[in-house]
C-alpha cells in the first residue's frame, strides 16, 4: 500500500518551500484522516531550515508596498495570510508577529570622520561598490514598478554599462509608490535616532498595514507544525532527478574497421533508457533501487539507499535554484526562464541597553563620511534585539554551493556598523552579531517564478522572490499546494509568475 501512494518531494527548507509543506500537509490531512492512504511529503534540505535569506532577513511585511506591480496582489494576499497564520498559531510569543510603525528618514549631516578613518572609508574599487537592500524596498517617488522588456534589454536603458542596466532591472521592479497618506511627521517621533541629524521623517506605514517577524522562528515554526501532521523530513543534497523512461539525447556510435562503407556512414545505435541504465548499474551492485518504481521521476541523493520514488516535486530552494539546470527530468528549462542569482545584503544584530518601541525605520543617509548615498534599514524585535541590514553588493552573484559558507564583506560590515552608529546612540554595541551576511533570491525581471514546468507530469518552481521572501513565503506556499493537490490555484492569479512568461 505504502509504495502505491503518491509522494510530493519539496527540495528546500526555507520559508517558501516550509510553507509549501505546511498548507499542503493541512490540506491532506483535512481530506485524508487515515495516514496510510495520504499522499507522502517529503522535505528535503542540505543544511538547515532557514539557513540563508530566510533566516537572515529583517521579516518586514508591508501590505500595500507593491500596489501597482505585478505582485500586488500576492502581496496583500500573503500580508493578511500572516495575520491568519498569527492568529492560528500563536505568532506572537512564537516567532515575533507584531503591526509596527514605520518611517522612512533622510539623514545628511553625518559628522566627518577622522582624516585616517575618511581615506579608509573611501576608498573603493569598482569590485567593492556597493548598494544596498534598501533600494530594493524603500519608499520611493511613485512608478509602475513592473519591468516591462525595454527595461530589461541593455540597449534600451539609460546610457551606460551593461552591468548598470542589469542591476536597474534587477532592483527597481520592487518599489513603493508615493501614497498620499505617506507624512512628514517632527523628529522626535522616532526619539531613539539621532534628531540632530534627520533632517527629512515621514510615516510610511501604520500598525495596520505594516507588521513584522522573525523569519528563522516563522520558518521553523511553520516547519514544527507540517512535522506535526506527518510531513517526512531529510537532511541530503539532491544530485540529480531523473525522469523514468526518458531517453537521453545521446547517440551511440559504432564503425566496423572491416566494412567496405565509407567512414563517413555509420549505424546508429538505439540508446538505453534511464530506467535500464540505472537498471544495469545496480544489479552490478547486487541490488536494485529503483528498477520496479512506476513513478515518473527518482529524486537521486548524495546519500547511498535514500533515493525518492516521486510523483511530484517542488524546487524552491532560493539562490540555488539554477541548480535544477543540471538535473535530467529538468532538462526543458532554460536558465533564460529561470535568472535567478544571489543578492549578498549584509546584517547585523544589536542589543540596545533600553527598549525601543515597535518602529521600523528605514535610513536614507547622505553625509560627509561616505561616498554617494547610503542606507539602511533597522527592525527592533519583540526580543528585545535589533536587526539592521544593508551594504549589499552591486551584481547578483551566485551563491557557494554551501550555504554555511561566510560571505560577508569585512569591508561593508565595517561600514554598516559605523553607519548605525552614526544614526543612532541607542544602539549598543556591547551585545552584537556581526560579519553577517545572505544571499537573496532575485530574479532580473523582479518577479519571483511560482509555476509548474510546462509539459512535465509533475514539477514544480517557487523562487526568485528577493526582499519580499518572508512577505510573500506563505501565499506562495497555498498557491503551490492547490497546483499539487487541485492542478489549478484558485486562491491567486499566477499568471504573471508562470515560467514561460518571458520565454
Known sequence: MGSQRETIVIIGAGVVGVSIAYFTMKRLVSEHPDPESRPRVILLEQCEPGCSASGKSGGFLARHWSD????????????????????????????GYRPVDTFSAEVDRIPVAPAKQ?????????????????????????????????????????????????????????????????????????????????????????????AQVDPLKLTRSLLAEAKSMGLETIRAKVIDVAEMGYRPPVIELSIDRHSTKPLDVLQIETPKTTSQTMMEMDERKGHIKVSKTKKPYVVLLDQEGLDIPADKIVVACGAWVTSCLRWEAFRDVSASQIPI???????????????????????????????????????????????VCGEALDDPEMPPHNPFEPVYSKRATSRLKQIVNDVSTALSFDVIQYGLACHLPVHAKGIPVISKVPSSKGLYIAAGHGCWGILNGPATGLAISELLIDGKCSSLDLQNFKLDRWY
Request: proline share 7%.
Open 68 to 95: 501597482s506591480t505585478d505582485t500586488e496582489q500576492l502581496a496583500r494576499f500573503s500580508y493578511d495570510l500572516h495575520a491568519k497564520l498569527a492568529e492560528e498559531h500563536d505568532g506572537a510569543s512564537r516567532w
Open 118 to 210: 575618511r581615506k579608509k572609508v573611501h576608498q573603493r574599487t569598482d569590485s567593492e561598490s556597493v548598494v544596498t537592500s534598501i533600494e530594493v524596498i524603500a519608499p520611493q517617488t511613485h512608478r509602475t514598478s513592473s519591468v516591462t522588456m525595454q527595461e530589461y534589454s541593455s540597449s534600451a536603458a539609460t546610457p551606460g554599462s551593461q552591468e548598470d542596466s542589469m542591476q536597474t532591472s534587477t532592483h527597481a521592479s520592487i518599489s513603493v509608490p508615493e501614497i498620499p497618506s505617506f507624512k512628514v511627521v517632527p523628529p522626535e517621533t522616532v526619539p531613539w535616532l539621532r534628531t540632530d541629524v534627520v533632517t527629512n521623517l515621514r510615516q510610511v506605514g501604520v500598525t495596520a498595514n505594516t
Open 341 to 387: 542569482q544571489g543578492l549578498r545584503v549584509h546584517y547585523l544584530l544589536a542589543k540596545p541597553k533600553s527598549e525601543i518601541p515597535a518602529q521600523a525605520v528605514f535610513a536614507e543617509i547622505n553625509g560627509t563620511v561616505y561616498n554617494g548615498e547610503d542606507a539602511i534599514e533597522i527592525y527592533p524585535r519583540p526580543d528585545g534585539s535589533v536587526f
